[in-house]
């Protein structure tokens, strides 16, 4: 009975390599653009099976028998280690990806805050300021369009440096 319970449990396991050749182990059937040479195990294939001349074929089916010393139980272990060991890599890369996301969203801002500083010390400073008109001819701008830009630039720096 425990033979037939680890039997179940095993044909539900898939193997095959991805086209990046990462070996990808599932109890789901693998995408259908996986060409079949890449599948290495399907559902009801036997597991921890060692191939050779001495391993008999069983009289009613084509699945080998195990060879004498081969364990499913050891070959589960490491099956599992193998799995544990995939997703702490994948749980470490996703890490590492928010990580550097969340550094060069950090350095976008900083910057934006540093350019919105500077363009409202320039504004606040009193110096004369042009820019290109819808005409692409530069225009000077009046008290009304200095105060505009002024609180554009402090909206942007509250917006960018708090």
Known sequence: MALSASNASAQAIW?????????QVSDRAPPVDVPDKDILQRPGAARGVTVSASAPLDAGTDAL?????????????????????LLA??????????S?????????????CRRARNQLKTLESGVRISRPNEQGEREVL????????????RDLVNSNCN
Do not use: C, F, Y
């Open 15 to 23: 193997k095959w390599r991805d086209r990046d050749g990462h070996l």
């Open 65 to 85: 028998i195990p060879a004498p010393g081969a364990s499913a139980p050891s070959t589960d272990r490491e099956l599992e280690a193998r799995k544990r060991k």
């Open 89 to 98: 890599d994948q749980a470490a890369q996703k890490q590492a990806k928010e």
């Open 100 to 112: 550097a996301d969340k550094e060069r969203t950090a350095s976008v801002k900083a910057e934006n």
């Open 142 to 153: 009046d008290d009304q369009g200095r105060e505009q830009e002024t609180q554009r630039a």
